[in-house]
Each structure stands twice: as C-alpha cells, then as structure tokens.
C-alpha cells in the first residue's frame, strides 16, 4: 500500500520540471504579448493586456496540476528575474561584471516581479478552484 503511494507520487512529480518551465515561459509570453499584438496605445491599456495575459496563463497550468498553485506564481516571479539578470548580463557584454551591482538591481526589482507574479496567483488559484470544484 505504501509503494503504491510513492509511485503515485513519483509519477505527479516527474511532470513538475515541465510544469515550471511551462509556467515561467506563459509568464514571459504573456510580457512580450503587446508587442505581438501592436498595442500602440497608453500604457495603461500595455499593463491590463499584460495582466490578463499572466492571469490566464496561472489559470492554465493551474488547470493542468491544481496541486500547491501558488508555486506558479513563484514560477512567474522566477521567470521575470533571470528575464532581467540576462538583459542585464547581456548589456554588459564582455566586461567585468560587478556582483554588488548586479545583486542591488535584482533587489531593486523585487516589488515589480512580486506585483507581476500577483495575477498569476490569483488565475492559479481560479483554476485549481475549478478542478477541484470538478468543473472540468
């Protein structure tokens, strides 16, 4: 009975590489959405596509492992810091990398991944409501 358990598990967790990966690249896209889109207007209507885009996208992989969503969620906040640690790394080029800066950017930066990451969170945990709720 107990083996039977641990395979069950091992078998829910082997996908969960691929739900993060999925959950940090839907963040992403869900950035870069606008600029596919050719939204040339304020920034305000950049900002709710944006959202809506990232709310959806915690909703889906929620709906696909409606286990523990907030880890999508921090999946998102992930995503956004190494998106900017590689445009920053990729800015310097060939140079001398200072660490302290580097680290104090990434500090600075931490209430814009948190405020992204917030839509994810709530789309999660829509869509494990709904698995749950049996609403597939």
Request: glycine share 8%.
């Amino acid at each position: 009975m107990n083996s039977t358990r641990r395979a069950g598990a091992w078998r829910r967790g082997s996908a969960d590489p691929l739900l993060w990966g999925l959950a940090g690249l839907l963040s992403l896209g869900s950035d870069w959405l606008p600029k596919f889109l050719n939204l040339e207007s304020p920034e305000l209507t950049r900002m709710l596509a944006v959202g809506c885009a990232l709310f959806f996208s915690g909703a889906l992989v929620a709906c696909l492992s409606p286990d523990r969503p907030w880890r999508w969620a921090v999946a998102s906040f992930f995503a956004f810091a190494f998106r900017d640690l590689a445009v920053l790394l990729n800015n310097t080029g060939m140079r001398q990398v200072d660490v302290v800066a580097t680290i104090l950017f990434l500090i600075a930066h931490l209430g814009v991944y948190f405020l992204w990451s917030m839509p994810v969170l709530a789309g999660a945990f829509l869509g494990a409501s709904m698995m749950s709720a049996g609403l597939d």
